[in-house]
């Protein structure tokens, strides 16, 4: 497909060099920069984040790019939708500045390996369930931080663990830059708006429900319940649901995403991952 370099006011680049130029230019370069990092296949929660970054930011600049470090599963990415066309219209639907939009090659020009030692975020959660996947995320947010400098970068709580992940990532390399974390964008009914959900057939779209209402359920009884009790009746509650096919729910501490036995922590968040069919879903809930 051919791509125009800019469409109405949105700019698109494909080259990192290219967009180095523009944004060093001299009526860009004394600019705030706030950075979007994304997969595509674009919803209202990506585009949360850009409003959310457009208040906060002179220049905001959005990536799309299918990180193939990050899947551990070959028939996710395979799967992963790829509606270029759409998510350019939505961008500028939406008035963002900048399409960042490089290739593999671009990305991943040189042949570096390296990991970052993340401690106890990667053997939890996500880490546990999705072997290499956050080494692949800092990765592609380490280029696009170093490429982009941008003061600000704006991430979802609906991957609450990769926010914990990019903090570890920005204090490590002692980043210049400010992590903003916006709140899950919901559909009406509860469902957390993900780039996944367009593989649900209206029946499992229904069954998906369950995850969003077993950490519903767990925040409205958080005060009466233990934690035992209430993680208890969660797994019971989504073990239950038609459709649904658990990999966890867990009540953890709110930065080291241990899993918690008591109420001591400070801050505590429910995470729960689920496949729904053969689509992957995750979600959470801040409880304290
Ligand atoms: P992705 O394209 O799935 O990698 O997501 C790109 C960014 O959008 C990440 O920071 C996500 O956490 C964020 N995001 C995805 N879904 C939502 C949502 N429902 N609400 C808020 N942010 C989201």
């Given at each position: 497909m051919r791509l125009a370099s800019s469409t109405k006011n949105l700019k698109i680049f494909t080259k990192k060099k290219e967009l180095l130029h523009w944004l060093g230019s001299p009526e860009n370069k004394q600019k705030t920069v706030g950075l979007v990092p994304t997969m595509g296949a674009l919803h209202e929660g990506h585009l949360s984040l850009i409003h959310t970054a457009q208040k906060q930011s002179d220049i905001v600049v959005c990536s799309i790019f299918v990180n193939?470090?990050?899947?551990?599963?070959p028939a996710d990415l395979e799967r992963y939708p790829r509606p270029v066309e759409q998510d350019i219209e939505k961008l500028q639907a939406a008035e963002c500045d900048v399409l960042f939009m490089p290739g593999i090659d671009e990305m991943y020009a040189e042949n570096e390996e390296w990991q970052m030692d993340l401690g106890s975020l990667e053997n939890v959660l996500e880490g546990r369930s999705r072997p290499g996947h956050f080494q692949g995320v800092v990765h592609v947010v380490k280029k696009l931080f170093d490429l982009v400098g941008p003061q600000l970068a704006f991430f979802g709580q609906k991957d609450y663990q990769q926010v914990m992940v990019i903090k570890k990532l920005v204090k490590q390399f002692k980043m210049p830059v400010k992590l903003v974390i916006v709140p899950v964008l919901r559909e009406p009914d509860g469902l957390a708006m993900s780039?996944?959900?367009?593989?649900?057939s209206t029946e499992e779209r229904r069954q998906a429900l369950a995850l969003s209402k077993a950490l519903q359920l767990t925040k409205k009884h958080f005060n009466e319940r233990t934690i035992p009790r209430l993680k208890a009746e969660a797994h019971g509650f989504l073990n239950r649901s038609e459709g649904i096919k658990l990999d966890y729910f867990e009540i953890c501490d709110?930065?080291?995403?241990k899993p918690a036995?008591?109420?001591?922590?400070a801050g505590l968040v429910a995470l729960t991952a689920a496949y729904v069919g053969r689509t992957r879903l995750i979600d959470n809930i801040i409880l304290r």
């Open positions: 193939p470090k990050q899947f551990n599963d780039s996944r959900n367009v593989h649900l709110a930065e080291t995403l036995v008591s109420k001591k922590n």
